[in-house]
């Protein structure tokens, strides 16, 4: 049973490992442009992952918000892919320096720790950071004016947020499975259009997207969505899993989704 059981936990074990040496393969591997860049914010220093693009043109700035469990090595793969596309992306990680002695997402112990670190935070204190993040943006000589913010799952939700606070100082908002915000008032304050990416098999985000969509209608905003069958939560990060099979519905889902991030990013 003992010998078992040290089967299964090294199964586990590796199965776990090679969730994320998929994304940092593919960081090592990227020829593009990788840095760390910091930025005073809510009385601490905010480490930002930045990727650029290899062009000879001006590109657009793509904002990348996290998951729930901070900005891990899947978040970064995402963000160096984005600008494979030809955009300069930002990844900030929100709770850097947000408890004590932990720099980066890296030094927590356990994702777990990581998303009730998430959880702790106000949302002003995640407003203030992403218009710090989006002032440093704009000092990019290689950009092209544009802004555009992407968040997944709890980072859908605070790209949604974040269209609320922004004004017209960006140019559109992506919300990958992640939920309107609070107030309907709130909605009257999104001056770009916005974006949604849902799997179908996600009801507990889904159930929120009627009361947006009214939302957004009633004060005559611009939100169009898709929703793809089959797909689970967190489409975008499984549907990269190089083990998955093509005909996986996650797969398939976050193929057409990037397909269309891409097609809306080139039209900024």
Avoid at 217 to 224: L, N, R, S
Wanted: aromatic share 12%.
């Amino acid at each position: 049973m003992k010998s078992a059981l040290l089967s299964i936990f090294a199964f586990l074990l590796s199965v776990s490992v090679f969730a994320q040496d998929y994304a940092i393969q593919q960081l090592e591997n990227s020829p593009r442009h990788h840095e760390w860049v910091t930025i005073e914010s809510n009385d601490r220093t905010l480490h930002n992952f930045v990727v650029y693009p290899e062009t000879s043109e001006p590109a657009p700035v793509v904002i990348v918000i996290h998951e729930n469990r901070g900005l891990n090595d899947w978040a970064r793969s995402f963000t160096d892919q984005l600008a494979g596309e030809g955009f300069i992306a930002i990844a900030p990680d929100l709770i850097s320096n947000t408890v004590e002695g932990i720099e980066k997402t890296s030094d927590f112990e356990t994702s777990d720790a990581a998303r009730q670190a998430i959880y702790s935070l106000e949302p002003d204190f995640v407003t203030a950071d992403l218009m710090n993040v989006l002032e440093y943006a704009k000092t990019i000589k290689a950009g092209n004016g544009s802004f555009a913010v992407a968040g997944f799952c709890w980072g859908g939700s605070q790209s949604f947020r974040f269209a609320t606070n922004a004004g017209e100082a960006i140019d559109a908002a992506f919300v990958f499975y992640g939920t309107g915000p609070d107030t309907e008032q709130a909605y009257s304050n999104i001056e770009v259009p916005v974006y949604g990416f849902y799997g179908g098999d996600d009801q507990r985000v889904n159930s929120t997207i009627e009361r947006s969509e009214s939302a957004m209608e009633k004060f005559g905003k611009t939100y169009k969505y898709e929703i793809y069958e089959g797909a689970g939560h967190a489409f975008m990060r499984r549907g990269d899993d190089p083990e998955a099979t093509s005909d996986d519905p996650n797969v398939i889902a976050r193929n057409k989704s990037w397909d269309r991030l891409v097609t809306l990013l080139s039209d900024l």
